[in-house]
T-cell receptor, first 115, second 113 residues
Framework: NAGVMQNPRHLVRRRGQEARLRCSPM?????VYWYRQLPEEGLKFMVY????????ESGMPKERFSAEFPKEGPSILRIQQVVRGDSAAYFC?????????????FGDGTRLSIL | SQELEQSPQSLIVQEGKNLTINCTSS?????LYWYKQKYGEGLIFLMM?????EEKSHEKITAKLDEKKQQSSLHITASQPSHAGIYLC?????????????FGAGTQVVVTP
């Protein structure tokens, strides 16, 4: 499967725990984007990363959320001390290059549920 | 910031009939992307439009971007059950923010026998 791989598909956490969401981009893609889809809301941009660099994190909450895309391995979206409002579907997308005309290809998402 | 309005919010179409979904922006669209999402799954890329007046087709789906680059439509001809799902339009907000896609709320399509 050469598509964007996200794991886990479903993640359940209790309030106060940490959640780690992983994303492996399509082969050859070095640009990764994270989006969040809250219940009854649209898809919202969170952060854009290239290998080892955060390019744009303007959509990321200032506290508890962080993202990385190391030289080796998948991109990680980390949520510390989760709260009920963090329950959502988190999607990762990747593209070959930056710039206009570069479609993003999405993974199947991680559904995060907070008890 | 740019807002994308999709209409209708949902529609039910009989198998074999045509349908059209619209995506309208208050600002110029620099890159317009159409995706399809099935419940509980990820987004499947359908088409990308960039130039005013551009039109693209793939199988029974045609997407257009108007000359002013503020409105796009997605047209499905002779709908089939496989066309059911949520259709999302997304756009680059400006030329300085490539990749930071903004999405419409989606149009849910139901295809009945």
């Amino acid at each position: 499967n050469a598509g964007v791989m996200q794991n886990p598909r479903h993640l359940v956490r209790r309030r106060g725990q940490e959640a780690r969401l992983r994303c492996s981009p399509m082969k050859g893609h070095s640009h990764v984007y994270w989006y969040r889809q809250l219940p009854e809301e649209g898809l919202k941009f969170m952060v854009y990363l290239q290998k080892e660099n955060i390019i744009d994190e303007s959509g990321m909450p200032k506290e508890r959320f962080s993202a990385e895309f190391p030289k080796e391995g998948p991109s990680i979206l980390r949520i510390q001390q989760v709260v009920r409002g963090d329950s959502a579907a988190y999607f990762c997308a990747s593209s070959l290059k930056q710039g206009g005309g570069q479609p993003q290809h999405f993974g199947d998402g991680t559904r995060l549920s907070i008890l | 910031s740019q807002e994308l309005e999709q209409s209708p919010q949902s529609l039910i179409v009989q198998e074999g009939k045509n349908l059209t979904i619209n995506c309208t922006s208050s600002k110029t669209l620099y890159g317009l992307y159409w995706y399809k999402q099935k419940y509980g799954e990820g987004l499947i890329f359908l088409m990308m439009l960039q130039k005013g007046g551009e039109e693209k087709s793939h199988e029974k789906i045609t997407a257009k971007l108007d000359e002013k680059k503020q409105q796009s439509s997605l047209h499905i001809t002779a709908s089939q059950p496989s066309h059911a799902g949520i259709y999302l339009c997304g756009a680059d907000p400006n030329t300085d923010s490539w990749g930071k896609l903004q999405f419409g709320a989606g149009t849910q399509v139901v295809v009945t026998p």
